[in-house]
């Protein structure tokens, strides 16, 4: 079984993003589950992992940003397929990875951070990943903090070929105090160089 889960803040950007690829990917016995609220969303995060830690049969848990697209045209039969195959493909129950996000690689490729448009967890990241509440940052710096707390327990963080992309990419990049401030406070936190935006 495969869980998806979504934190919502805007209702259109959700409807015209996240909802399309829980549409097309979840399976009829899919786990799926949503929270609205105001950033940071980090809470509503764990509170949707706390949820999806409990069940047993769980063998990934999709947590997709609001505004994540698929790609035109896309269909249940062919891009819904071919998402759930990839995901399956590289979270064989052997893996030491424990977070797969979406990149243009046919392979599995290890990086160090993920973007925030779709992150896979493991069934051990479920167990053991959580928004850092402390931190209070946006989402996609949450992201990168998880990523450096599977790391720091020799964990991989990994990418898929899930061709998704960010409808509100260009509003995200604007708000550039907001994302500098969270990626310092990541910083911070792990003493990396996050590569702040110049």
Not at 3 to 17: D, H, I, L, N, Q
Not at 91 to 97: I, Q
Not at 117 to 125: D, G, Q, T
Not at 149 to 154: C, G
């Amino acid at each position: 079984m495969i869980g998806f889960g979504c934190v919502t803040t805007s209702e259109p950007e959700f409807r015209a993003g996240a909802a399309e690829v829980i549409e097309l990917a979840a399976e009829p016995d899919s786990l799926l589950m949503r929270r609205h609220g105001k950033a940071p969303v980090g809470p509503l995060c764990n509170e949707m992992l706390d949820v999806a830690a409990e069940w047993d049969d769980l063998e990934a848990f999709v947590l997709l940003a609001e505004d994540v697209t698929t790609p035109p045209n896309a269909t249940a039969a062919g891009w819904g397929s071919a998402f759930l195959a990839e995901l399956r493909r590289l979270l064989v129950p052997s893996s030491d990875v424990a977070l797969i996000g979406a990149a243009g690689g046919l392979d599995l490729d290890k990086v160090d951070l993920l973007d925030g448009c779709a992150v896979v967890f493991s069934p051990w990241a479920l167990r053991e990943l959580r928004f850092d509440d402390a931190l209070a940052v946006p989402f996609d710096c949450g992201v990168a903090d998880l990523c450096h707390q599977a790391q720091a327990r020799d964990r991989l963080v990994a990418t898929g070929k899930f061709d998704l992309g960010r409808a509100a990419l260009c509003r995200r990049l604007g708000d550039r105090g907001r994302l500098v401030r969270g990626k310092v406070a990541v910083w911070r936190k792990w003493s990396v160089d996050l590569e702040l935006e110049r």
